[in-house]
């Protein structure tokens, strides 16, 4: 049964890989940057894989299993961010070295993100009522910055306003994570503004989302404008679908995964299979260098996304596209020898950087996605039990 | 001969492929982003391959041939970057609009560097006594800034100062460009003083050039200061040959070649072939998704040094490693159908991007190498006319 395959990737390989390779028993915090073998190449910590790791096995805890070696871990992610990870603001730093001082300024904001949602599970987790006021203190100083997310550090001179798709999807999926530590009509509102935003202003008249809009919601001619990032646009579906499933919204589902659909259409190689990492929407050369590669996380999000839609509807299309990425993705990226998955892919399907971690990955896709997907399937098998 | 292969590429090929697609008759400056065919696709205006394409044709017209329409191409991006190019400070944008209006702030210092190359090349061409006033002040603005280029868009908190490469290596060869612009004394100490931070600090004890080092010169073990980026080594290295040459210093002009062969033999991809683009010093994996890629300006920068080295030295290794360079590069960057080169091939040495410009690839790299390498070999063949 698929869901066993899951269940058993998350905890015998993947879960493992981690507890094992990335916990910093000096200085608290996680290593990131573990080479193919899980060996420690570099020990620099960088804030948003810090804040995702600590709400990970929080989340593990809280929906899993209270599993006392899961929360210890949390809690050295936890109280390295809070000893280290913010400035005399409250704003969260982009990365620290290994011992916690501050190597790059706050010049974004998903380092916060990324920490309040860590702070959210880890207060349910525990019920520390610290964390909890840290976790509502840092989701309010995110919308309050929310205008202006890079600060002094913005280069745009404001001659091409453009909203930017991000943040509208991350507050999306974070008001969720939040919910046992926010007011209910805070969350409620932020759903809704979340769901309009995403649905009816970046997903555009052609079935796409779109990163980057003019401040009206249309089109800008631009490199920003044009760029397509199919693997953004599905993980964003997945929680439109996570929201019209608690909202009992079947038109909002049944979109999200026309959505879901649509870019996979567009963003399949049909050459070497996978889905590309950048497009241009006019078929332009994007900036991106790495445009072509295939990414892990892409791919992951596309199996939650697709396992979640047959779930919900049993629908066939879901299911032809969950076996098309399935079959694609899991002989390509899970790493037999070394366990966990790889993380970059060149066009042909082929491990570039054998990595397991480093500045961009880090315990949070894999482990989630195998999660999401276990239950998924859980339902799916529940449904019909002797199919898939 | 190859002489005139390079001489016909260059004034047969690349700059009238320059010439016909890229001016911008309506609000002057010269567009970028062209396709394999050489039609724009995007109309941004990035600052510094304005100051680069200006500079190219300035360059042609002072040590080629008083082509007026050449002076006319300079002069439109001339007049463009005084109209658009600069903040109130005098600090030069780093990308603008079709228009002049300023997208991106002054968030570094290369915009500057390649717009004062250009003011000092359009001065001489033309001897206008403002431009080369504006070469001066650019210049040094330049210098003022150089401690801090990134101004209040730095976000490294200076927890880990480091010394970076590029603007000694740029200074080095600026100064040259600037030479009948800039006081004789200041020339010398400039280049005194680059040769001496290029060969006895960024030159480390295993003969690579280094991106970052620490303050005090050592060795940082961190993402940055493990980086190697074979193709600005190699470019270094015949700036380095260039004033070897006019100081006639024998040392220096071998130490730079030994450079070369040291960068060939590390960074040159035994598999596929090539150069790659970045590359851990320890072999860990680079942050740099695109690192084993191989680009245009590092074949070409390499083809120059190799050229320069074969006409100074006559030695056969500088021989065996152009020819394999030369094999290379022109069978899979020359694009016979369209003119120029393809700027981006992967690993496997096929383009995965086909522009012609874009907004890091624009008039400069192939016709200079082009020009570069014309007049080595117009030297190497009067030494031994019936050779190569």
Excluded at 39 to 50: P, S
Excluded at 63 to 82: M, P, R, S, V, Y
Excluded at 92 to 106: D, N
Excluded at 117 to 142: P, S, V
């Amino acid at each position: 049964m698929r869901s066993n395959l899951y269940k058993t990737a998350l905890l015998e390989n993947v879960i493992p890989f981690w507890s094992k390779n990335s916990i910093d028993k000096d200085f608290g915090g996680y290593f990131s940057c573990l080479t193919r073998e899980g060996k420690v190449y570099d020990t620099d910590k960088f804030v948003w894989l810090q804040g995702r790791q600590a709400w990970m096995y929080s989340y593990l805890y809280n929906n899993l299993a209270q599993n006392e070696q899961w929360l210890e871990i949390a809690k050295n992610g936890i109280d390295f961010l809070c000893k280290h990870g913010m400035d005399e603001n409250g704003n969260f730093y982009f990365s620290l070295t290994r011992e916690g001082e501050p190597l790059i300024s706050p010049y974004n904001i998903f380092s916060d993100c990324f920490a309040t949602m860590a702070f959210g599970q880890y207060a349910k987790a525990t019920g520390d009522k610290q964390i909890e006021e840290l976790a509502r203190k840092t989701y309010y100083n995110i919308l309050e910055r929310r205008n202006n997310p890079k600060g002094k550090y913005e280069k745009s001179t404001g001659n091409r306003a453009l909203r930017n798709f991000s943040l509208p999807m991350i507050l999306s999926n974070l008001v969720l994570e939040l919910e046992s530590v926010l007011p209910e009509e805070e969350v409620n509102r932020r759903i809704d503004d979340s769901v309009t935003e995403v649905m009816d202003i970046f997903l555009q008249e052609d079935g796409l989302i779109y990163e980057n809009l003019n401040p009206n919601g249309s089109f800008s001619d631009s490199f920003e404008g044009r760029l397509i990032n199919p693997g953004h646009g599905i993980e964003a579906m997945w929680f439109m679908m996570d929201i019209a499933e608690r909202k009992n919204d079947r038109k909002l589902l049944d979109k999200a995964i026309q959505v879901v659909l649509n870019t996979l259409e567009f963003g399949w190689d049909k050459e070497y299979g996978g889905i590309f990492y950048f497009l241009d929407v006019k078929g332009y050369p994007p900036q991106q260098l790495e445009w072509d590669q295939k990414l892990w996380w892409v791919h992951l999000e596309a199996l939650v996304a697709l396992a979640k839609a047959y779930s919900l509807t049993g629908d066939q299309k879901n299911w032809d596209w969950y076996k098309k990425v399935h079959d694609y993705a899991w002989t390509r990226f899970s790493d037999k020898e070394n366990g966990e998955w790889f993380g970059y892919l060149n066009r042909q399907g082929e491990p570039h950087l054998t990595l397991k971690g480093g500045k961009w990955k880090g315990c949070f896709h894999v482990p989630r996605a195998m999660y999401q997907c276990w239950k998924a399937f859980q339902q799916i098998e529940s449904n019909a039990p002797t199919s898939k």
